[in-house]
């Protein structure tokens, strides 16, 4: 049995993009599918910092790019090189679909699959250093916007590696805001974190009582009562330690808001 091929095996090559935005799109799509090898060729004017804002978790990706003048140094190092159009072309190329594509680019040791600008697509110099196409179908208009293109093209990229066993790898991630948790969300949660002990659970049920008690809702309400009916609440919920955690901190913004609002 072979062993799995992961997409990181792709590199990614957009040929002259005239807009920052696409730039960062297609970095957060690559980061989003497992690819890594992002290259730019002479691109016109490229402003880094609004290709940082559409980048997001793919930021690693866009900063790790690396910047060349011609599509022949993009492609060094290449076995095989792509070129994705939407128009019929003179030359006889091989024409791959998506999943034909991604099969064929996995089969190489490092497959290059070009992107071209915006307005026109990949001329055919940039053809010329091609041994296949790509074209995506469509419902009718075939021009697509390179951020979605590539990401389209990553996503079979991703769906032909995880059909050879090949399974991304975990990592964890730190919300900007909410300190949330692992990437993959409550079903990762509950897989990697053990039960919350009740002495635990009791401790967020003391902070969540403190403050209840300087609310108008406590008031003809007995604490033992109230305690006791979110206690069965939780019981019912079986939260992880890592929930709990995420419940204590939400208490314990509330006191401070409260403290200092």
Same mark, same amino acid.
């Given at each position: 049995?072979?062993?799995?091929?992961g997409?990181?095996?792709?590199?990614?090559?957009?040929?002259r993009?005239?807009?920052?935005g696409?730039?960062?799109?297609?970095?957060?799509?690559m980061?989003?599918?497992?690819?890594?090898?992002?290259?730019v060729?002479?691109?016109?004017?490229l402003?880094?910092?609004?290709?940082?804002?559409?980048?997001?978790?793919?930021?690693?990706?866009?900063?790790?790019?690396?910047?060349?003048?011609?599509?022949?140094?993009?492609?060094?190092g290449?076995?095989l090189?792509?070129?994705?159009?939407?128009?019929?072309?003179?030359?006889?190329?091989?024409?791959?679909?998506?999943?034909?594509?991604?099969d064929?680019a996995?089969?190489?040791?490092?497959?290059?699959?070009?992107?071209?600008r915006?307005?026109?697509g990949?001329d055919?110099?940039?053809?010329?250093?091609?041994?296949?196409?790509?074209?995506?179908?469509? *419902?009718?208009?075939?021009?697509?916007?390179?951020?979605? +293109?590539? /990401?389209?093209?990553? @996503?079979?990229?991703? !769906?032909? %590696?995880?059909?050879?066993?090949?399974?991304?790898?975990?990592?964890p991630?730190?919300?900007?805001?909410?300190?949330?948790?692992?990437?993959?969300? *409550?079903?990762?949660?509950?897989?990697?974190?053990?039960p +919350?002990? /009740?002495?635990f659970? @009791?401790?967020?049920? !003391?902070r %969540?009582?403190?403050?209840?008690?300087?609310?108008?809702y406590?008031r003809?309400r007995?604490?033992?009562?109230?305690?006791v009916?979110?206690?069965?609440?939780?019981?019912?919920?079986?939260?992880?330690?890592?929930?709990i955690?995420?419940?204590?901190?939400?208490?314990?913004?509330?006191?401070?808001?409260?403290?200092?609002?």
């Amino acid at each position: 049995m072979s062993s799995p091929r992961g997409p990181d095996r792709v590199r990614i090559v957009l040929v002259r993009p005239i807009h920052p935005g696409n730039v960062g799109s297609a970095a957060r799509a690559m980061a989003n599918m497992g690819l890594d090898d992002l290259v730019v060729v002479d691109p016109p004017c490229l402003d880094l910092e609004r290709a940082r804002w559409m980048a997001a978790g793919g930021r690693d990706v866009l900063e790790n790019a690396r910047f060349v003048a011609t599509v022949a140094e993009a492609i060094e190092g290449c076995s095989l090189a792509m070129g994705t159009t939407a128009r019929i072309r003179r030359w006889n190329w091989p024409v791959y679909l998506p999943q034909q594509a991604a099969d064929r680019a996995l089969s190489e040791d490092r497959c290059a699959i070009l992107f071209g600008r915006e307005d026109h697509g990949l001329d055919n110099d940039s053809l010329a250093h091609c041994q296949a196409l790509l074209r995506i179908p469509t *419902a009718g208009e075939p021009s697509l916007n390179l951020g979605q +293109a590539v /990401l389209l093209t990553c @996503s079979r990229m991703f !769906d032909a %590696a995880s059909a050879t066993g090949w399974r991304a790898e975990e990592k964890p991630r730190q919300g900007k805001r909410s300190g949330g948790p692992t990437k993959g969300g *409550a079903v990762g949660v509950r897989k990697t974190s053990p039960p +919350a002990t /009740l002495e635990f659970q @009791s401790v967020v049920l !003391d902070r %969540a009582m403190e403050l209840l008690n300087e609310t108008p809702y406590m008031r003809g309400r007995s604490d033992e009562l109230v305690r006791v009916t979110l206690s069965q609440m939780l019981h019912r919920a079986q939260p992880s330690s890592v929930e709990i955690e995420i419940l204590l901190g939400m208490v314990k913004k509330t006191r401070w808001q409260l403290d200092n609002g």
